[in-house]
């Protein structure tokens, strides 16, 4: 406090000799020397009073636009979210086609690769980002055609089957999985099975880990030229596909045979379909309705 008193004096000139000479001797008296000197050089701009009393009398009168940075920060922060959930549900969401029991589909994948998809079967994929993930899922039947390209990805609730370019056939029904190549080869994955199979191999497989691989003669899937193609199948196994085909509902009455089955039916003459299961199984087929029979055991096989 007192250094502060000493220095209000010397900056009005109301000291003594004395006291300025002692002041002249402190330490800090060449700082205050040369701010004195150079504050003395500061001239201030002249001041128009009545000038800026009109200028703020006008900008009082004018509105004022006040600039609100938190609603700004809430529209970006709202756009940002709404492009991240549209590219979240562009890459996520799927396309799906259904092939309903009685019918056949065939149609191309964005990438142009072709598919025939058998009754009672469904594939769904990604269509929007297909050009860089080729990966499609399918619950039932289909022959692909697949365009050359990147790698090609079928998945199935019994195994995987990954190929480039190809012609191939994928079966998943329940535990059954049966791979098929036409053309080029295709590798496939089910359990802790792994096989590449080549052109004119094909590959049984049940319940992800006992498999048959045998040679194959058709240039193509039997089922798209209408015939039902089945190979160490059960009784069951068949009856379900014969219902998926033509689009039918069978009951069967009694105890069902362990029996199974290698060979051809008919996929477009339901009467010899069930006159030659019924002769190889020794059972009797009726008609309730249009779209219902009932199949029972004869005496002999009971």
């Given at each position: 406090?007192?250094?502060?008193?000493?220095?209000?004096?010397?900056?009005?000139?109301?000291?003594?000799?004395?006291?300025?000479?002692?002041?002249?001797?402190?330490?800090?008296?060449?700082?205050?020397?040369?701010?004195?000197?150079?504050?003395?050089?500061?001239?201030?701009?002249?001041?128009?009073?009545?000038?800026?009393?009109?200028?703020i009398t006008t900008l009082k009168k004018q509105p004022q636009r006040i600039?609100?940075?938190?609603?700004?920060?809430?529209?970006?922060?709202?756009?940002?979210?709404?492009?991240?959930?549209?590219?979240?549900?562009?890459?996520?969401?799927?396309?799906?086609?259904?092939?309903v029991a009685g019918e056949k589909l065939n149609f191309s994948l964005p990438?142009?690769?072709?598919?025939?998809?058998?009754?009672?079967?469904?594939?769904?994929?990604?269509?929007?980002?297909?050009?860089?993930?080729?990966?499609?899922?399918?619950?039932?039947?289909?022959?692909?055609?697949?365009?050359?390209?990147?790698?090609?990805?079928?998945?199935?609730?019994?195994?995987?089957?990954?190929?480039?370019?190809?012609?191939?056939?994928?079966?998943?029904?329940?535990?059954?999985?049966?791979?098929?190549?036409?053309?080029?080869?295709?590798?496939?994955?089910?359990?802790?099975?792994?096989?590449?199979?080549?052109?004119?191999?094909?590959?049984?497989?049940?319940?992800?880990?006992?498999?048959?691989?045998?040679?194959?003669?058709?240039?193509?899937?039997?089922?798209?030229?209408?015939?039902?193609?089945?190979?160490?199948?059960?009784?069951?196994?068949?009856?379900?596909?014969?219902?998926?085909?033509?689009?039918?509902?069978?009951?069967?009455?009694?105890?069902?045979?362990?029996?199974?089955?290698?060979?051809?039916?008919?996929?477009?003459?339901?009467?010899?379909?069930?006159?030659?299961?019924?002769?190889?199984?020794?059972?009797?087929?009726?008609?309730?309705?249009?779209?219902?029979?009932?199949?029972?055991?004869?005496?002999?096989?009971?």
């Amino acid at each position: 406090m007192e250094r502060n008193f000493d220095l209000a004096k010397w900056l009005a000139g109301e000291m003594t000799n004395e006291e300025l000479e002692a002041f002249e001797a402190t330490p800090e008296f060449e700082t205050y020397a040369k701010i004195k000197h150079y504050s003395s050089m500061l001239e201030a701009p002249d001041f128009d009073t009545t000038s800026q009393l009109e200028t703020i009398t006008t900008l009082k009168k004018q509105p004022q636009r006040i600039w609100k940075p938190s609603v700004f920060l809430k529209i970006a922060a709202m756009i940002v979210v709404v492009l991240g959930l549209a590219f979240v549900l562009a890459y996520t969401s799927t396309t799906a086609v259904v092939a309903v029991a009685g019918e056949k589909l065939n149609f191309s994948l964005p990438d142009h690769s072709e598919v025939a998809l058998n009754s009672g079967s469904e594939i769904s994929y990604a269509k929007w980002f297909w050009s860089s993930r080729r990966k499609l899922h399918l619950d039932g039947e289909a022959y692909f055609k697949v365009a050359k390209g990147k790698k090609f990805e079928v998945t199935t609730p019994q195994g995987t089957v990954t190929v480039t370019g190809t012609q191939f056939n994928v079966k998943s029904r329940d535990s059954a999985f049966e791979v098929a190549c036409y053309e080029g080869s295709v590798w496939v994955v089910s359990g802790t099975i792994q096989t590449k199979l080549h052109k004119g191999e094909q590959l049984i497989i049940r319940d992800k880990k006992n498999s048959n691989a045998l040679p194959l003669q058709a240039t193509a899937p039997d089922w798209i030229s209408g015939s039902l193609a089945f190979y160490d199948s059960s009784l069951k196994m068949m009856l379900t596909e014969i219902e998926r085909t033509y689009a039918i509902s069978l009951t069967y009455q009694g105890p069902i045979s362990e029996a199974h089955f290698t060979g051809t039916l008919p996929g477009n003459d339901l009467e010899t379909t069930l006159k030659i299961i019924s002769a190889t199984y020794h059972l009797t087929y009726s008609k309730i309705s249009d779209k219902k029979y009932s199949l029972t055991p004869n005496d002999s096989t009971r």
